[in-house]
């Protein structure tokens, strides 16, 4: 949270809650497209694809440095991203279990 703000824990609860709420209304791929597209800078969404595509790569067994050489993130990144695909809040366990691997992110 930016240290200038005075939102409540509640009110910030209550503010994620309509984000998440409208990214799940959203119903094709290309509707989140445009949704991220509008809602992010550019620099932001690589940022999420980036750590996705880490997650994928990952779950295939890749090493760090594998990871890094195929899609220049950062070996810090890629490590934060492993420590919470493994102890994190279980929100990449999920998506990965909804979505499957089947396809590789470096073959786009």
């Known amino acids: 949270m930016k240290p200038n703000r005075d939102n409540s824990e509640s009110q910030q609860t209550a503010a994620e809650d309509a984000l998440f709420r409208a990214v ?15 809602l992010c ?23 760090y440095r594998k990871i890094h050489d195929l899609t220049g993130v950062s070996v810090t990144t890629i490590g ?4 919470f695909l493994t102890d994190g809040f279980g929100g990449y366990r999920t998506a990965i279990d909804r979505t499957g691997t089947e396809e590789s992110p470096t073959s786009h």
Not at 24 to 38: G, H, K, Q
Not at 80 to 83: D, E, F, G, N, P
């Open 24 to 38: 799940i209304s959203l119903c094709t791929v290309e509707e989140c497209r445009n949704f991220f597209r509008d």
């Open 41 to 63: 800078t550019p620099a932001e969404l690589q940022a999420l694809v980036d750590r996705w595509q880490v997650v994928e790569l990952l779950e295939q067994g890749l090493t």
């Open 80 to 83: 934060r991203v492993a420590r």
